[in-house]
């Protein structure tokens, strides 16, 4: 199994402010995730991020609204720019080790006032 | 358009009541079906991968078997801290590495 750490575990926002999630992982990994878990509703998934190369988005979600950055093999960010009540989640980071199989990191819980 | 579908979407269970979860799903592929476990506050936590029909999995209470067309999670003799969210994911041939989720079914198990 993978240790995905991700700060910070939980922030109050204002609307309008921006937040940047970081993930960290204890080893080197091609692929990472960001997914979004709203309340009461399962996980969707915001992009994958790749070392060296522009971040994937899925339908739905916007490169403005939720720039990331991979720097190297062990860390990612995630940001949620302008933020509306609506952009209150839990925010996941994941990884796949090879296998197909995903290792989630604890998510950050975010609350857009 | 792929597609998964948990049910019931909660469940409440006497420690020991046996009983399963299920997991339906359209998909154009699949490359495979997970379980995952995620407790409140939490990350999910990965439980089985299946990836062919009539392939069954087993750890500690749990049992997962895959259909055509569908999941099964089977919950034997349960404790209080098998309570948690299951969630029923897919992997469907688009490339690379996305999962579909389910809704999850809430499990809770009273002593």
């Known amino acids: 199994s993978a240790v995905i750490s991700q700060k910070p575990s939980r922030d109050i926002c204002q609307r309008g402010t921006s937040l940047t999630i970081q993930c960290q992982v204890d080893s080197q990994v091609t692929m990472m995730f960001w997914y979004r878990q709203q309340p009461g509703q399962s996980l969707t998934l915001i992009a994958t991020a790749n070392q060296g190369s522009e971040a994937t988005y899925e339908s739905g979600f916007v490169i403005d609204k939720f720039p990331i950055s991979r720097p190297n093999l062990t860390f990612s960010t995630l940001t949620v720019s302008n933020m509306s009540p609506e952009d209150s989640s839990i925010y996941l980071c994941?990884?796949?080790?090879?296998?197909?199989?995903?290792?989630f990191g604890e998510g950050s819980r975010l609350t857009v006032l | 358009e792929d597609q998964v579908t948990q049910s019931p979407e909660a469940l409440r269970l006497q420690e020991g009541e046996s009983s399963s979860l299920n997991c339906s799903y359209t998909?154009?592929?699949?490359?495979?079906l997970f379980w995952y476990r995620q407790d409140p506050g939490k990350g999910p936590e990965f439980l089985f991968t299946?990836?062919?029909a009539g392939e069954e999995k087993e750890k500690e209470r749990l049992k997962a078997t895959l259909t055509k067309k569908e999941s099964f999670l089977h919950i034997t003799a349960p404790k209080p801290e098998d309570s948690a969210t299951y969630l029923c994911?897919?992997?469907?041939?688009?490339?690379?590495?996305?999962?579909?989720f389910g809704a999850g079914t809430r499990l809770a198990v009273h002593p």
């Open positions: 994911a897919v992997q469907a041939g688009r490339g690379y590495n996305k999962l579909i």
């Open positions: 998909v154009s592929g699949l490359r495979g």
């Open positions: 994941s990884v796949d080790r090879g296998v197909g199989e995903l290792f």
């Open positions: 299946l990836y062919s």
